[in-house]
């Protein structure tokens, strides 16, 4: 076997006892004579599948009753536009308050771009962009009546995450989780909907959760396809089309993987422990490597940097593969190194990482 350190931002690093049992039970899944993939999401062995994971994310993520838990496709890209469409309305077709949003990157920028596409009311509530989003803005202040406050809890591209979410006194919070989603303990008290594509921490690409209060039904416009309604979803459990039955049973397989490695809080902690070590490195080599983020929101999930001699960066890249450190090279916006240090990635890998930035800074510096 010849598996390297995938430092990818997603799709993503699974863990290896996930992909071992999806390759035992592939021909044969639990003596039904056929692969998940081959079964009808109307029979008895799928549904209880799904059933159980949805139990299953409830109780790792420790989600309140007053959510429902929704299986849909399309990425968090099409919850840009659902988000807007289904809660900004209410039950007599009128538009209720303005979305407000904080731009934190070039994802919530794309939320926004959405919202605005669809004619709605919004109103920028804060944003970093000042700083090419190198930090989470802190002192602003929300107006009152808003529909929703939307936030992007870890920014992938830029390497920021919130440790502290906002508390709006009228409003919920609408998260875009989908790259730090079960990576840590929640607080549910400010939220109102929560989405996350499964391809960073949670599984394969080709499904998104949404986690949704269910008092929200009631803001969707009337003219809304059935497809594109939350309330569908929440009414069919999930099962009112063709689900992505795959996703979900590797889904499930790295929940029971997360829950046999101690939850949320221990995740959290080797995830503390896995960037710490990066960090350190950038710290410690006097200018050699450059952290993007200001140091009290550097993202657990995206450690970004970059090179103080960039002519160096593809050398860098070439002798970590070597180590079998592979896709470092960041995103073109940003520059430098990534290194995506989600759920999957094993202590190891950080660790032999950072080893390795700081032998090179020795070397050419
Ligand atoms: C924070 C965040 N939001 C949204 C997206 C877009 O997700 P998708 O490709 O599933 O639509 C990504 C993808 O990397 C992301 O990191």
């Known amino acids: 076997m010849n598996r390297v350190y995938n430092f990818s931002p997603g799709p993503a690093m699974l863990p290896t006892e996930v992909?071992?049992?999806?390759?035992?039970?592939?021909?044969?899944?639990?003596?039904?004579?056929m692969s998940i993939m081959e079964m009808s999401h109307r029979g008895g062995?799928?549904?209880?599948?799904?059933n159980d994971s949805m139990t299953l994310l409830r109780k790792v993520a420790n989600i309140p009753d007053r959510f429902d838990i929704l299986y849909m496709t399309g990425g968090a890209s099409t919850q840009f536009a659902l988000v807007p469409l289904n809660?900004?309305?209410?039950?007599?077709?009128?538009?209720?308050?303005?979305?407000?949003?904080?731009?934190?990157?070039?994802?919530?920028?794309?939320?926004?771009?959405?919202?605005?596409?669809?004619?709605v009311d919004y109103v920028i509530v804060a944003s970093s962009e000042d700083k090419n989003f190198s930090y989470i803005p802190?002192?602003?202040t929300i107006p009152e009546g808003l529909s929703y406050l939307h936030i992007t809890s870890n920014?992938?591209?830029?390497?920021?995450?919130?440790?502290?979410f906002p508390k709006p006194k009228d409003t919920k919070l609408i998260i875009d989780m989908s790259s730090d989603f079960i990576s840590r303990p929640i607080d549910w008290t400010h939220i109102g909907l929560v989405y996350?594509?499964?391809?960073?921490n949670a599984g394969p690409s080709g499904m998104t959760v949404v986690i949704i209060d269910k008092e929200y039904y009631q803001r969707e416009?009337?003219?809304?396809?059935?497809?594109?309604?939350?309330?569908?979803?929440?009414?069919?459990?999930?099962?009112?089309?063709?689900?992505?039955?795959?996703?979900?049973?590797v889904f499930y397989l790295v929940l029971q993987w997360l829950e046999k490695k101690g939850g949320v809080e221990t995740i959290d902690q080797i995830n503390r422990e896995k960037a710490k070590y990066i960090y350190d490195a950038i710290d410690q080599s006097g200018g050699f490597y450059i952290g993007h983020s200001v140091k009290e929101d550097r993202s657990l999930m995206n450690v970004t940097f970059r090179l103080k001699d960039p002519s160096l960066e593809d050398e860098f890249v070439n002798q970590a593969k070597k180590l079998k450190l592979y896709n470092?090279?960041?995103?073109?916006s940003v520059g430098g190194m990534r290194a995506s240090i989600y759920n999957a990635m094993p202590v190891e890998g950080c660790k032999l990482l950072a080893e390795f930035m700081l032998d090179f800074c020795k070397k050419y510096s």
């Open 19 to 33: 992909l071992q049992q999806i390759q035992e039970e592939l021909l044969d899944y639990q003596n039904t004579g």
């Open 45 to 50: 062995t799928f549904e209880k599948l799904h």
């Open 87 to 119: 809660l900004t309305g209410n039950r007599f077709n009128q538009k209720t308050g303005k979305a407000g949003y904080i731009n934190t990157g070039t994802w919530s920028t794309k939320a926004i771009e959405e919202a605005k596409k669809q004619n």
């Open 138 to 140: 802190k002192h602003y």
């Open 155 to 164: 920014n992938t591209i830029f390497g920021t995450q919130y440790f502290e």
């Open 196 to 200: 996350a594509g499964l391809q960073k």
């Open 221 to 249: 416009y009337e003219h809304l396809p059935t497809m594109f309604r939350y309330s569908t979803f929440a009414k069919n459990n999930s099962l009112y089309n063709t689900p992505p039955t795959f996703q979900i049973y």
């Open 328 to 332: 470092l090279k960041g995103h073109r």
